[in-house]
């Protein structure tokens, strides 16, 4: 069965710093892509950035420069480092994983909150 467990989320203050991980395990097959999404109160899920299996990094422009994003292969394991964090990047964050047979998987989310 496969499983995307997240963790990292919490309370920060604006200009802080958090890194959330994704953890996949359960999969026969090679992971594609892995990447993260966010939702905030009232919104669409929209896209926050992803790295394949080569390590070619994307990233959405509202993250451009504050955000990093960056997988272990050996450990199916994703890292999003988010830095100088703004109350509008509060969200739950989620992680995303698509496999080369072309299915994909979501993790439960996390909460991140920026707040003074």
């Known amino acids: 069965q496969v499983q995307l467990v997240e963790s990292g989320g919490g309370l920060v203050q604006p200009g802080g710093s958090l890194r959330l991980s994704c953890a996949a395990s359960?999969?026969?097959?090679?992971?594609?892509?892995m990447g993260w999404y966010r939702q905030a109160p009232g919104k669409q899920r929209e896209y926050v950035a992803a790295?394949?299996?080569?390590?070619?990094?994307n990233y959405a422009d509202s993250v451009k420069g504050r955000f990093t994003i960056s997988s272990d292969n050996a450990k199916n394991t994703v890292y999003l480092q988010m830095n100088s964090l703004k109350p509008e990047d509060t969200a739950v964050y989620y992680c995303?994983?698509?496999?080369?047979?072309?299915?994909?998987?979501w993790g439960q989310g996390t909460q991140v909150t920026v707040s003074s």
């Open positions: 790295v394949t299996s080569g390590g070619s990094t």
């Open positions: 995303k994983m698509t496999r080369s047979i072309g299915d994909a998987y």
């Open positions: 359960g999969s026969r097959f090679s992971i594609n892509t």
